[in-house]
């Protein structure tokens, strides 16, 4: 594929106008950002279910229709997405060697998921009541992308526990860009994107995840086998933990100092990338990330005792 970088402008799932990067040539004007890593390319399924499906192709290099505006925002949140690895933690893309960004979007019919395919992501239109495009949510993209980081480091088992905290990492990393960005920022997920017909809720919260029915402490944790043995469930332990280590409070009866979103961040970059493994729980999760706040602030630092505190407040010692 050969052209000429440009600069587009066009209309998100919300109805916002932003600028990304395109490549233009004789047939038109492609979604390919060549200016990060190998490139983030975005393909339309056409809202059938092969992937990657055919690369966009635009006529004019106005993205303002009603049917781009999924396109538009998996194309310029996977390049905020990288921007926040590449700027904040120094990781070229989700490998950290320039991996080109894969997204289709259109994916099925009325499809409620998003997700990482292993090797790209996909998001579905959504049915229109429960969601709407699930790529019009910065969140949700850092989401599936921190599925990628976490496969090509941790490799946390999709399962039980290592799942749990695999799917906690993600739902911390969409949150932390979500900020980064000043995008509307919460530590709420997907609340863009979800039940457009009721205000203020969110698939899940960090806040309180009580709100969408999961725990936010250890023995209140799922032993079932449903949902890959809980890992959208379990996760509300992680992160109810990491919005106390961010926010501070009180949990339980237990009193977390807040440490701020950056510093927390790259804890738990160094614990994701440096100590987890495939099987972790969430007992290996805690010593984890005290060792990985201990390489970066002291081990009699501030920094320390709130990740001692805020895994204690949601019962995991
Ligand atoms: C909507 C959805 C369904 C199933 C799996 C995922 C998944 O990617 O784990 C999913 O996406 C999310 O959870 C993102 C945060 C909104
Ligand atoms: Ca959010
Ligand atoms: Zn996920």
Redesign the pocket.
């Known amino acids: 594929l050969t052209g000429n970088d440009s600069t587009a402008t066009g209309k998100g799932v919300l109805g916002d106008t932003k600028t990304f990067n395109t490549l233009l040539n004789n047939n038109g004007s492609y979604l390919v950002d060549r200016t990060r890593g190998d490139g983030i390319f975005t393909y339309d399924a056409k809202n059938r279910t092969r992937t990657p499906g055919t690369l966009w192709l635009d006529s004019d290099n106005v993205y303002n229709a009603a049917y781009d505006g999924a396109a538009v925002d998996a194309h310029a949140y996977a390049g905020q997405t990288y921007d926040y690895f590449q700027n904040v933690h120094n990781r070229n893309s989700y490998d950290g060697n320039g991996a080109q960004l894969v997204s289709t979007v259109h994916y099925g019919r009325s499809y409620?998921?998003?997700?990482?395919s292993g090797s790209q992501m996909v998001y579905g239109d959504g049915d229109g009541s429960q969601?709407i495009p699930?790529s019009g949510?910065l969140?949700?993209i850092a989401?599936?992308l921190t599925?990628a980081v976490t496969d090509t480091t941790a490799d946390l088992i999709y399962q039980n526990e290592s799942g749990a905290i695999n799917?906690s990492m993600?739902?911390i990393f969409?949150t932390l860009v979500e900020y980064h960005f000043n995008n509307n920022p919460d530590w709420q997920?997907?609340e863009d994107i979800y039940t457009p017909n009721v205000a203020g809720d969110a698939?899940?919260s960090m806040e309180d995840p009580t709100l969408s029915g999961d725990p936010d402490h250890y023995s209140k944790r799922y032993t079932g086998t449903g949902d890959y043995g809980g890992?959208?469930i379990n996760s509300g332990i992680s992160n109810k933990a990491a919005y106390l280590l961010a926010n501070g409070g009180t949990h339980y009866g237990v009193s977390v100092n807040a440490i701020g979103n950056d510093k927390a961040g790259d804890i738990y970059y160094r614990t994701l990338t440096q100590y987890l493994t495939p099987n972790s729980n969430y007992s290996h999760f805690r010593a984890s990330t005290i060792q990985a706040a201990t390489d970066l602030y002291g081990a009699s630092s501030a920094e320390v005792a709130s990740v001692k505190a805020a895994f204690s407040a949601v019962g995991v010692n």
């Open positions: 409620n998921n998003a997700f990482w969601f699930l949510a969140d949700v989401h599936e599925h799917e993600s739902d969409g997920v997907g698939l899940r890992v959208h």
